[in-house]
């Protein structure tokens, strides 16, 4: 089965920087997603990785350690508009994503 | 236009009677998935369908049934709502050989569905 283990809120100020642990456990392996999710709205892509290390994409990166089952998000400069919930998923085996609870990040001025 | 539309966007609707979600997508992808998503518990696989003739049970899909009518339309109903039931749907889609990796799925809008 699929266990997916990520903080439920973190808080942070405006220009501050956050990162987002998540520690999974899937039934094979094809990589890991990071959604963004504002609230009410559909989940929309921010990264994906397939081999260990760091991806870097503007003011988001991610991270990932197949071995240790870990990967985080790290947000720099936090604007306002990146409070939303941020979704952990996993690929597992079969091409089936299974998304984590989400973490709901709140940027305070 | 958006490539992945949902209706209705909104329902209310009663315990015991029968709902239908529809998706539709513009973007020729082959997979599409049903998710509902619940406070706190993230969102949660109902069904998917890699291709017009194939339909799997997902993580959640006891109440649910689905129809994948063409490549483009992806239907969920519901035969006798309940309360729990209430939750936000989405649709999704994607398509292994596009996107930034394998399986980068594309949600629409979802539909908010209330059962008293």
């Known amino acids: 089965g699929q266990n997916i283990d990520q903080p439920t809120e973190m808080t942070a100020t405006e220009g501050a920087i956050v990162q987002i642990n998540c520690t999974y456990q899937?039934?094979?392996?094809?990589?890991l997603f990071w959604y963004q999710q504002h609230a009410g709205e559909a989940p929309t892509f921010l990264s994906y990785?397939?081999?260990?290390g760091l991806e870097e994409k503007g003011r988001f990166s991610s991270f990932l350690s197949r071995s240790k089952g870990y990967s985080y998000l790290l947000l720099k400069e936090l604007q306002m508009k990146d409070s939303a919930s941020y979704l952990c998923a996993p690929l597992a085996a079969g091409n089936k994503l299974t998304f984590g609870g989400g973490t709901r990040v709140l940027v305070k001025p | 236009d958006a490539d992945v539309t949902q209706t209705p966007r909104n329902r209310i609707t009663k315990t015991g009677k029968r709902i239908m979600l529809e998706c539709s997508q513009t973007?020729?992808?082959?997979?599409m998935y049903w998710y509902r998503q619940d406070p706190g518990l993230g969102l949660r696989l109902i069904y998917y369908?890699?291709?017009?003739?194939?339909?799997n049970k997902g993580e959640i899909s006891d109440g649910y049934s689905v129809s994948r009518q063409a490549q483009a339309k992806f239907s969920l109903s519901l035969e006798s709502a309940i309360p729990n039931q209430t939750a936000l749907y989405f649709c999704?889609?994607?398509?292994?050989?596009?996107?930034?990796?394998?399986?980068?799925?594309?949600f629409g809008p979802g539909t908010r569905l209330t059962v008293l």
């Open positions: 999704a889609t994607s398509d292994p050989t596009v996107g930034q990796g394998d399986n980068e799925q594309f």
């Open positions: 973007k020729g992808h082959d997979r």
């Open positions: 990785n397939v081999l260990d």
């Open positions: 899937t039934s094979g392996f094809n990589g």
């Open positions: 369908s890699f291709d017009v003739k194939d339909i």
